[in-house]
Every structure is written in C-alpha cells, then in structure tokens.
C-alpha cells in the first residue's frame, strides 16, 4: 500500500466523472480495455444514474469502458465488491510472502467471466488490491 499519485490524464477522468455524477471517487485506475472508478460507499447509486444512464453517457464521451466499484476498508468487502457482477459465495485469505493471496469463490457457471479474456480482471482486481490492501494475488475458484 503506497502513496497513490494521479497522472494528469487520470486527474481528468476523476473530474469528469465527479463532475457528471455528483459520486465521490476514492481512486481511479486506467487499463487497456477500461477505467474503474473507486467511489465512496453509498455513492453507486449517483455514479451510474437510474438504469446505467450515466455511466453510458461517460462511455459514449471517454470512448472506454467503465467499471464503478464501492469501495471499502475491510478487504473482504471490497474483494466482494470488486467481483460483484459474478456473486461471490466466498472469500479466503492465505498468506503469501510479505502479503495475502485471496480467493474469490463464484458460481462455476460465471468462474470464465470473473476471470476475463487472458485474466484481465483478475489483473484489475489485484491491481486495486496492490494499492489498497495488503493482498499481493488473486485467483477465482
């Protein structure tokens, strides 16, 4: 867990977003394929607007994909949160090296998709893990 520090083009997207939905972002984090926005607890509802309408407005302006995920400081929660689309059943934390590994159990019809193409969430996953807690990996069963 380390100081985070925004690229200007991040700090845009924070604004935008911001600006938009009236949500508070707590973090933001750029891959390939899309943006994910961290909001404060409480502020999903503001951030994605009745029936999705504001985050496809913000998709249709940034030409990206959007994820909105509350956040939380017990890792659990935000574990839960981050795979919320795929209904985790379950959450395990083992120790590995200097940090945790955690496991996300889904329903093994969804465990393909909580993954991702070549494991791209389990990237973004561990991605905002790394940043906010001390879980170092990440696997789906």
């Known amino acids: 867990m380390s100081e985070i520090a925004f690229d200007t083009a991040t700090l845009g997207y924070i604004r935008l977003f911001e600006e938009r939905t009236g949500a508070r972002v707590k973090d933001c984090l750029e891959?390939?394929?899309k943006l994910v926005f961290l909001v404060y607890p409480g502020d999903i509802p503001k951030a994605v607007g009745p029936g999705g309408v504001?985050?496809?407005r913000l998709k249709g302006l940034l030409k990206k994909e959007i994820q909105v995920v509350e956040w939380s400081d017990e890792p659990e929660?935000?574990?839960?949160?981050?795979f919320y689309w795929y209904s985790p059943k379950k959450v395990d934390f083992g120790s590995k090296g200097k940090g945790r590994h955690v496991t996300v159990t889904v329903d093994p019809a969804w465990k393909a998709r909580a993954i991702g193409k070549a494991g791209k969430n389990l990237k973004v996953a561990r991605a905002i893990l790394l940043r906010h807690t001390d879980v170092v990996s990440v696997?789906?069963?």
């Open 54 to 56: 504001l985050v496809d």
């Open 139 to 141: 696997s789906v069963a």
């Open 77 to 82: 929660s935000l574990v839960r949160n981050i």
């Open 31 to 33: 891959t390939e394929e």
